[in-house]
């Protein structure tokens, strides 16, 4: 089977992530070479759950929620593979993670993984994401196919 043509959104996002709203964290793929390499968007909302907590006076997006939308967009490189499609990929861990700038509601978050290791269900990736031309975080992200 194919994996589907860029761009693509949410519907198709949710046929490959098990993830779902509230916690889908990308809204687009824009770019996508399975097993590789994929850029996806999300959109930063002012009506986020986590916006009347995070913080009251002055919203940002905690980076927590970075961190999972990098890995996220990550997932869908692998899970789109033919031989990992209807599985879970697991967070792992991060290392070398590194918040740069302030996210907060209307921001457009452009996220990047490449996946540079691979050996049986474990892999890893480098994961960034910007705002426009800044970046607002990077790590090196461990994941987990389910057998």
Do not use: Y
């Not at 697991?90 to 740069?100: E, H, L, Q, S, W």
Request: charged fraction near 25%; proline fraction near 7%; aromatic fraction near 6%.
């Amino acid at each position: 089977m194919q994996p589907p043509a860029v761009p693509f959104g949410k519907d198709v996002i949710a046929s490959i992530l098990p993830h779902r709203d509230p916690l889908l964290l990308i809204d687009e793929v824009l770019e996508l070479e399975p097993g590789k390499r994929v850029v996806a968007s999300w959109a930063i909302r002012d009506d986020a759950f986590w916006v009347p907590g995070h913080f009251p006076e002055r919203a940002v997006l905690p980076g927590v929620l970075i961190v999972e939308s990098m890995a996220q967009t990550g997932a869908v490189a692998v899970l789109v593979e033919e031989e990992n499609r209807g599985k879970i990929a697991f967070f792992a861990g991060i290392d070398d993670c590194r918040f740069k700038r302030v996210v907060e509601p209307g921001d457009v978050l452009t996220l990047t993984c490449e996946i540079d290791a691979v050996r049986g269900p474990i892999g890893r990736g480098k994961a960034t994401a910007h705002v426009g031309d800044a970046l607002a975080a990077r790590g090196t992200l461990m994941f987990a196919v389910e057998r």
